[in-house]
């Protein structure tokens, strides 16, 4: 692996004419003893005679060239270096391997921080977690040529391990300088945003600031242009307009005048018209950007399984670039590894607390939006900020919420605009994503933890009042898929597989999920957090009581197909293997019985004969049996018939009394002025002679 990353690399200084300054093999001065250093070791002016000196890589437990004492927190290191006119190079790159945390300092200035949190350290604070790729990924900084000295300059790194007991540390540093080059190169995408049915955003960075110009047409090698901007600057984002719906593009970016990137894999598709029932289909990832093996697993899994396919969108369920969605995180672990993906699939994100570098639940610094992810994306707008957003696409309403920097409680802008927004929303599909989940005991535990706790006390009930389809989170590093519920906002314990309104059970999740055009119905919720990080890891009470099924330490995606009024969700695993689905089949107001719903948690346990039909018209609001007990007992001719309606708090509505027709077959009609009025779920119970010959639930509306 670091063969190929430094000759790709090498590719790379050759096209740039760029100036090694120190390699790779850069002897360092060093300290391995676990000391307290203080804060001049990092000074030019710092005396380091009589520290040791070795040629990188430096470390231990993975075959170092120098190797390095095990076990403690804290490792330094030091290279005194000259450049004679530091203004001869535009900017300079700094080439990093680090395992755990890495802090770089450049004359004694700070100016690179990655795995270990913000505020002071000392030769005691640990990185925040296990290095997750081994010190395999190049951590790549670029450095204003402003930093360094006519002369003698320095830089020093220290490396920080996540606890004593770690079975390894890397470190190895290049730096170069770079010669402004005559043509921009592209560093980031494209990647595309803001997709609708008839218009779409590609958005690009340049080495060097340019213009900017895209291209569009309907084959790769047949383009014509279709936006410029004359502005010169390294960020370009262009909005193309007056678009055909559902229709293939094909696209190259680049300066005016001049293409910079184009292929037969650079193309999107506009999304249907909003009343459209088309089949569509969405990848759905969770704390995926971690570079680890696992990462990049899920990332061929989806793209092997959707390749023949069309794809409208890529849907991102926060902590998308660990450890603190720094610019250079995002860069290696989301542009750099998905880099082919971005070029074809429109993204939708949402925001984690690793976007938020962890500053802290609802804090000051969560509040704002000084983060990289806000000047890296450009998002839907409807909410005045890009923390939160919706969009339709064909029918569907997708919400996406940030459970981290965003206040949720009544009342706050978050709360208000959600209930505006799920008031106003006529869509036949209504998906709402967000990173923290309301309900999971996986590597999170929602009964202790405050985001989950926060959402699922303030958000999930406005969510229900509007009969939400599906909510989709990630968090936990798990897949977790809860059953058809409604009504819970407390602990995993109080949770009651009972069926709604006296239980939190709508329906249990033995074969597809039915819902019907009104809000009495419950949600689904998914926790999709292993795209990336994965764990054995489980919390107190795994598996969650509301929850169907749970994998833990089992990387995948989602693949959510969506077609007229079906949805099937797949969890397709790392291995490219499918370990869970489920359906949710929207039902048409009408003459519905509702017998494939009951489970055996009902109150009441059911009793159906086959001898009895029954059938609401929604036409005529008539509720309609057909009783044919004579023919199995003739001996029951003329007896008492008694037909009782229940609402779901067991309250009798109605008793109809008849008898049974000595024909073999008796018709009962019940005219809508004997029904209720209000649409829901009734029970009803049919007796002869007291005994009861069917018992069953009916959706009347």
Known sequence: MKLISFLLLFNVICLFSQTIILPTNTAWKYLDDGSDQGSNWKTSSYNDASWQSGLAELGYGDNPITTLAGQKITYYFRNNFTISTPNQYYDYTINLRRDDGAIIYINGVEIYRDNINPGIVNYLTPAIENCSDDGNAIQQVTIPN???NQGVNNISVEIHNVNTTSSDITFELELIGNTSPSTPQITRGAFMTLSSNNSITLNWTTNIPSSSEVKIGGEPGNLYSVASINDLVNNHSITLTGLQSNTKYFYSIGKIGTTLQSSGNSFFYTAPNPDSTNKLRFIVTGDMGDGS??????????????NNSIVNGWIWLGDNAYNNGTELEYQNYIFNIYSNQLRYLPLFPALGNHDYANVGYLSSVALGTNFPYFSIFNLQTNTGNEKYYSFNYANIHFITLDSYGALNAPGSPMYNWLSEDLQSNSQRWTIVNFHHPPYTKGTHNSDTEIEDIDIRQNIVPLLEQYGVDLVMCGHSHTYERSKFIKGHQGLSDSFNDSLFPNGNVVQAGNGAYYKYSNNDNGTIYVVCGSSGRISSTTSNGYPHKAMLTSFSNLGGSLILDIEKDSLNCKFLTAAGTIRDEFDIVKKVRGATSVNQNIGTNSKEEQTKSSNVKVNYNAIDKTLNFKI???????????????????????????????????TGETIISIQKNSLPNQTGIYFIKALI?????????ILLN
Request: proline fraction near 0%.
């Open 628 to 662: 044919q007990e004579l023919k199995e007992n003739k001996s029951l001719n003329n007896s008492k018939i008694i037909i009782e309606l229940f609402n779901i708090q067991g309250e009798e509505l109605l008793k109809y009394n008849s008898l049974l027709n000595s």
């Open 689 to 697: 002679n007291n005994r009861v010959i069917f018992r069953d639930k």
């Open 146 to 148: 402003t930093f360094f």
């Open 293 to 306: 093996a696992n990462q990049i697993q899920v990332r061929d899994a989806f793209s092997n399984y959707t």
